[in-house]
């Protein structure tokens, strides 16, 4: 869960919109790696298809959708972000240690002894939360989106035992419709503004 730490803190500070979401979908690949290593002991057919599913999504749908979007706007860069670089890792900094203290009080009966297992999910869903609000793009809007639903079913691993099948995917699911509906807009705010500048969608009101 390290690693899920320090690719949030990557994303805090990454500008390049296709090295986002290369480091997206590394979260991807690393949660799904993450389902089957943690329950190595009891591995089942049910976890194997949940890990699947995540990374097959998460790991390589979603970024090739992201990456295509940036191809059809021909924009490279997030561009002028509300907070900067050095700010925001500073803000990631305050997150994680806030999010270390919650992992300090929450108690899970039967959660997984995995080492920072629920601060890393705190941490990844404040990342995405503050990529959202902290972004003008509308592209890194929805990378945030898909941030935030790591870091929920991060949290969700750690219960996944008495989580029913259906409920992981209708996660995946939920997360693969909002996605696909923000490419969608992401589309039609290039086409209109011909920027991905979701501020200028305030030029509608009136």
């Not at 979401?21 to 049910?46: D, N, P, T």
């Not at 509308?138 to 898909?146: F, K």
């Not at 290039?190 to 200028?200: G, I, L, P, R, V």
Request: charged letters at 10%.
């Amino acid at each position: 869960m390290t690693m899920l730490i320090v690719l949030d803190l990557a994303l805090l500070s990454i500008s390049l919109l296709n090295t986002g979401i290369m480091v997206v979908g590394l979260q991807g690949i690393l949660l799904g790696l993450f389902v089957i290593s943690s329950h190595a002991s009891a591995l089942s057919l049910r976890l194997v298809i949940i890990a699947s599913v995540g990374i097959a999504i998460k790991g390589f749908v979603f970024p090739l959708l992201l990456r295509r979007a940036v191809k059809e706007a021909g924009i490279q860069r997030e561009i002028r972000p509300f907070v900067g670089a050095s700010l925001s890792l500073l803000i990631g900094v305050a997150m994680l240690l806030a999010a270390l203290w919650i992992g300090s009080k929450i108690s899970i009966n039967g959660i997984i002894d995995v080492p920072l297992a629920v601060p890393a999910s705190f941490m990844t869903m404040f990342t995405g939360l503050f990529l959202v609000i902290a972004r003008k793009t509308a592209l890194t809007q929805c990378i945030g989106y898909i941030v935030f639903e790591n870091g929920i079913y991060a949290f969700g691993v750690a219960a996944v035992g008495q989580t029913p099948l259906l409920v992981e995917l209708g996660l995946l699911l939920d997360a693969f419709v909002g996605v696909f509906v923000m490419g969608i807009a992401i589309y039609h705010i290039n086409h209109e503004f011909d920027s991905m500048d979701a501020t200028k969608l305030s030029s509608l009101k009136g």
